[in-house]
């Protein structure tokens, strides 16, 4: 089964960009699609986009599109998200999730990476 | 979007107690719905997937079913690792959404 480990926290100021990455272990990294969700605190779960496993198609939620971008290195068994622009609302945790396909469930999730957008 | 409503949004109950989540979704989702059980500071978890099918590993207490538009979730005789904050999805269509969840709370 894969497994993903995600990069660490953040903090940027508000205009910034971050980029959070979502590491793989388990051979079958290259079958899965990789989900991005956010949660703000206190709050419930956000869907922000999806990389297919070649790396090749991405789709993301209306309200992000602009700005985020979703990229996938196979070699390096690496998915990325860049959030640009970022404003106060953007602070969240932000969690990378694996799916078997497009319409699948997602499991496991990452351990989630906070990012914190504060002046 | 397809909105995903989750009644209730909170719930007091006991160890042992049966209870149902209910989820309804703002349009056919057919069987697309997946429920994730989340406890604070961890990522959550998936619990049924397709509407009705139980994850590996998940303890039999927990049930899912329905098709369309309306789901429940059911955990028969609740644990104490059971209090929770239990979320609905859909998978149908992108964007993908989630219900607003629902905390499991002791009473």
């Known amino acids: 089964q894969v497994q993903l480990v995600q990069s660490g926290a953040e903090v940027k100021k508000p205009g910034a960009s971050v980029k959070v990455s979502c590491r793989a272990s388990?051979?079958?990294?290259?079958?899965?699609?990789v989900h991005w969700v956010r949660q703000a605190p206190g709050q419930g779960l956000e869907w922000l986009g999806v990389?297919?496993?070649?790396?090749?198609?991405?789709i993301y939620a209306p309200k992000f599109q602009g700005r985020v971008t979703l990229t996938r290195d196979t070699s390096a068994r690496t998915v990325s998200l860049d959030l640009s622009s970022l404003r106060y609302g953007d602070t969240a945790v932000y969690y990378c999730?694996?799916?078997?396909?497009?319409?699948?469930?997602?499991?496991?999730w990452g351990q989630g990476t906070l990012v914190t957008v504060s002046s | 979007d397809i909105q995903m409503t989750q009644s209730p949004s909170s719930l007091s109950a006991s160890v042992g107690d049966r209870v149902t989540i209910t989820c309804r979704a703002g349009?056919?989702?057919?069987?697309?719905l997946n429920w994730y059980q989340q406890t604070p500071g961890k990522a959550p978890k998936v619990l049924i997937y397709?509407?009705?099918n139980l994850h590996s590993g998940v303890p039999s207490r927990f049930s899912g079913s329905g098709s369309g538009t309306d789901f429940t979730l059911t955990i028969r005789s609740l644990q104490p690792e059971d209090f929770a904050t239990y979320y609905c999805?859909?998978?149908?269509?992108?964007?993908?959404?989630f219900g607003q969840g629902t905390k499991l709370e002791t009473k």
């Open positions: 388990g051979d079958t990294f290259t079958s899965y699609y």
């Open positions: 999730a694996p799916a078997i396909s497009r319409g699948g469930w997602f499991d496991p």
């Open positions: 349009q056919s989702i057919s069987d697309y």
């Open positions: 990389i297919n496993p070649s790396g090749v198609n991405t």
């Open positions: 397709a509407a009705s």
């Open positions: 999805q859909q998978s149908y269509i992108t964007p993908y959404t």
